[in-house]
């Protein structure tokens, strides 16, 4: 039987305690403190019904409040605990004292050396552990941790080499001995493939609580384990840069760079150069592109769709045959990289006018996502939107900022042309010059909108007639590969044959111009 004592911290109640068991002759197995105020007593050979006889007398005891039975003492629990560690631990495991001899090792140990526990225990650790000397470590004035290559049996491990330090009675340190846990290669090995599996952590910081972009995430999950390219789709601002990083940190080649091209915003040598890099008789002047600097891991492609045709013909033979060469050298490289390209355009129908390369969208799009926009995602944009403020609020030493329910709705309603960009800066805008600690919708600075009426640029150049015909030349180009004739075409919008054939003429849209 094990009794808990729940009592205050008074000096001498546990020598009153004990007391009672000494006038009784009862034989205690062991006691043990526990502070604040609870004493545990185990004793083996003590029945209840003898125990019912003095339990008053415990209990009468000043500053004693319980006396209770207790399945176990607290050094059983953590002898159990630390026992079903070590036999269950999945690697060697081995526990040495202060001269290296060895005190207890689990099932694993002795399964790899081949005999039992009692054979193994009280045997110098150096038997059977090479590259390494114990003996000096232990001597040495300060005995401090070790990760160690060495040799077990006849194989390689990796061994971390931990002291024991016990304080003692005058306060001085001891050192009690040492525990070792050892790793095998395939260990290593098995460890760092699960490391390297699709990591929940890395998509953590994209917002998905709508549908829509849960689907993606599951999506781009799957795919980043894959080794072919990517295409992510969708309009500027929805975040495609930040889901292409997440899925290089969750692939096998999170270890290796990630490096940005942005084919929009350089002119098409200097992208050139920047991809491929420039040759030179000199070692010293040879620039390196990012095919070299990625080296193993992933190039992100820009708004690839701005890519010039020069620029995607070379892109290509990179793709197709995995060499390059710099500007101005002819020596080849060899390249192992994965792409992962974006775009916000209709990749697809410019491929049909004829402004990007067949073959080259089939390369890249290998593996497509669709990301979508803002205004596709409407339950993402208040938790979006309190995180953009939380995060700037605290940057600028604001605390506890709140959107009105006024500007709730607005925010919620607006359809963000520009995407998550847009509500971020134009949140970053709001914390940082607004007074007070509540957001209201004036504070945002935004082109007017309403539900009503919808949205217009303010920055809307031209007339209404060109911006009609500007929108039905584009709606005839993307309708005429599936309805070639222009009877088909007229009968699809309802419109008269010749009515549609002054249209096609007038827009210089035909067979020549549109690829079907």
Same mark, same amino acid.
């Given at each position: 039987?094990?009794?808990?004592?729940?009592?205050?911290?008074?000096?001498?109640?546990?020598?009153?305690?004990?007391? @009672?068991?000494?006038? +009784?002759?009862?034989?205690?197995?062991?006691?043990?403190?526990?502070?604040?105020?609870?004493?545990?007593?185990?004793?083996?050979?003590?029945?209840?019904?003898?125990?019912?006889?003095?339990?008053?007398?415990?209990?009468? @005891?000043?500053?004693?409040?319980?006396?209770?039975?207790?399945?176990?003492?607290?050094?059983?629990?953590? %002898?159990?605990?630390?026992?079903?560690?070590?036999?269950?631990?999945?690697?060697?495991?081995?526990?040495?004292?202060?001269?290296?001899?060895?005190?207890?090792?689990?099932?694993?140990?002795?399964?790899? &050396?081949?005999?039992?526990?009692?054979? #193994?225990?009280?045997?110098?650790?150096?038997?059977?552990?090479?590259?390494?000397?114990?003996?000096?470590?232990?001597?040495?004035?300060?005995?401090?941790?070790?990760?160690?290559?060495?040799?077990? &049996?006849?194989?390689?491990?990796?061994?971390?080499?931990?002291?024991?330090?016990?304080?003692?009675?005058?306060?001085?340190?001891? !050192?009690?001995?040492?525990?070792?846990?050892?790793?095998?290669?395939?260990?290593?090995?098995?460890?760092?493939?699960?490391?390297?599996?699709?990591?929940?952590?890395?998509?953590?910081?994209?917002?998905?609580?709508?549908?829509?972009?849960?689907?993606? @995430?599951?999506?781009?999950?799957?795919?980043?384990?894959?080794?072919?390219?990517?295409?992510?789709?969708?309009?500027?601002?929805?975040?495609?840069? !930040?889901?292409?990083?997440?899925?290089?940190?969750?692939?096998?080649?999170?270890?290796?760079?990630?490096?940005?091209?942005?084919?929009?915003?350089?002119?098409?040598?200097?992208?050139?150069?920047?991809?491929?890099?420039?040759?030179?008789?000199?070692?010293? /002047?040879?620039?390196?592109?990012?095919?070299? !600097?990625? =080296?193993?891991?992933?190039?992100?492609?820009?708004?690839?769709?701005?890519?010039?045709?020069?620029?995607? &013909?070379?892109?290509?033979?990179? #793709?197709?045959? =995995?060499?390059?060469?710099?500007?101005?050298?002819?020596?080849?490289?060899?390249?192992?990289?994965? $792409?992962?390209?974006?775009?916000?355009?209709?990749?697809?129908?410019?491929?049909?006018?004829?402004? $990007?390369?067949?073959?080259?969208?089939?390369?890249?799009?290998?593996?497509?996502?669709?990301?979508?926009?803002?205004?596709? +995602?409407?339950?993402?944009?208040?938790?979006?939107?309190?995180?953009? &403020?939380? %995060?700037?609020?605290?940057?600028?030493? %604001?605390?506890?900022?709140?959107?009105?329910?006024?500007?709730?709705?607005?925010?919620?309603?607006?359809?963000?042309?520009?995407?998550?960009?847009? !509500?971020?800066?134009?949140?970053?805008?709001?914390?940082? /010059?607004?007074? =007070?600690?509540?957001?209201?919708?004036?504070?945002?600075?935004?082109?007017?909108?309403?539900?009503?009426?919808?949205?217009?640029?303010?920055? $809307?150049?031209?007339?209404?007639?060109?911006?009609?015909?500007?929108?039905?030349?584009?709606?005839?180009?993307?309708?005429?590969?599936?309805?070639?004739?222009?009877?088909?075409?007229?009968?699809?919008?309802?419109?008269?044959?010749?009515?549609?054939?002054? %249209?096609?003429?007038?827009?210089?849209?035909?067979?020549?111009?549109?690829?079907?």
């Amino acid at each position: 039987m094990r009794l808990e004592i729940g009592c205050l911290d008074r000096v001498g109640i546990a020598q009153d305690v004990l007391s @009672i068991f000494v006038e +009784r002759s009862i034989d205690l197995r062991g006691i043990e403190l526990e502070q604040p105020g609870r004493i545990f007593i185990n004793i083996p050979d003590l029945d209840f019904s003898e125990l019912q006889t003095f339990m008053p007398q415990l209990r009468l @005891i000043e500053g004693v409040e319980d006396v209770k039975t207790t399945p176990y003492m607290p050094s059983e629990r953590e %002898k159990n605990e630390l026992s079903t560690l070590i036999k269950t631990f999945p690697d060697p495991f081995v526990s040495i004292d202060a001269k290296g001899n060895i005190r207890i090792v689990n099932h694993v140990t002795a399964s790899i &050396i081949g005999c039992s526990n009692g054979e #193994i225990v009280g045997q110098h650790v150096s038997q059977w552990l090479k590259g390494f000397n114990f003996n000096r470590w232990l001597d040495s004035e300060e005995v401090l941790a070790q990760t160690r290559r060495l040799k077990f &049996i006849d194989d390689d491990y990796v061994a971390d080499i931990m002291p024991i330090h016990i304080q003692g009675i005058d306060g001085e340190v001891i !050192l009690a001995g040492a525990v070792l846990i050892l790793k095998s290669e395939i260990r290593l090995g098995q460890q760092m493939s699960a490391f390297k599996q699709a990591n929940e952590n890395n998509f953590a910081g994209i917002q998905a609580s709508s549908g829509a972009m849960r689907k993606v @995430i599951r999506e781009a999950k799957r795919m980043s384990l894959l080794e072919s390219s990517m295409l992510l789709v969708g309009e500027t601002g929805t975040g495609k840069e !930040l889901i292409a990083r997440a899925c290089h940190a969750a692939s096998d080649r999170a270890d290796k760079p990630f490096m940005t091209l942005n084919c929009a915003s350089l002119p098409d040598e200097a992208a050139e150069t920047e991809l491929f890099g420039m040759g030179s008789n000199n070692p010293e /002047l040879i620039k390196k592109g990012l095919f070299e !600097l990625a =080296g193993g891991g992933t190039i992100f492609l820009d708004e690839v769709g701005e890519m010039s045709p020069k620029l995607q &013909i070379k892109l290509l033979r990179v #793709i197709q045959d =995995g060499i390059f060469r710099r500007v101005d050298d002819e020596k080849e490289i060899n390249v192992n990289v994965r $792409f992962i390209s974006s775009t916000n355009h209709d990749l697809l129908t410019m491929v049909q006018q004829g402004e $990007f390369r067949e073959d080259l969208y089939y390369r890249l799009n290998v593996l497509g996502l669709n990301i979508p926009s803002l205004r596709e +995602r409407r339950s993402d944009i208040i938790p979006l939107a309190e995180y953009f &403020i939380a %995060k700037f609020g605290q940057r600028i030493g %604001k605390g506890s900022i709140n959107m009105s329910d006024d500007c709730r709705d607005f925010i919620e309603h607006y359809p963000w042309p520009g995407n998550v960009r847009q !509500l971020e800066n134009v949140l970053i805008r709001a914390v940082s /010059l607004m007074e =007070g600690n509540l957001i209201q919708t004036s504070h945002l600075q935004l082109p007017a909108y309403t539900r009503e009426h919808g949205y217009l640029e303010q920055e $809307f150049e031209g007339t209404l007639d060109a911006a009609v015909k500007g929108f039905e030349a584009d709606l005839l180009r993307k309708l005429y590969p599936a309805y070639p004739s222009t009877r088909q075409l007229a009968k699809k919008l309802g419109l008269s044959h010749t009515a549609i054939a002054n %249209k096609l003429r007038e827009y210089d849209i035909n067979k020549k111009t549109v690829k079907i």
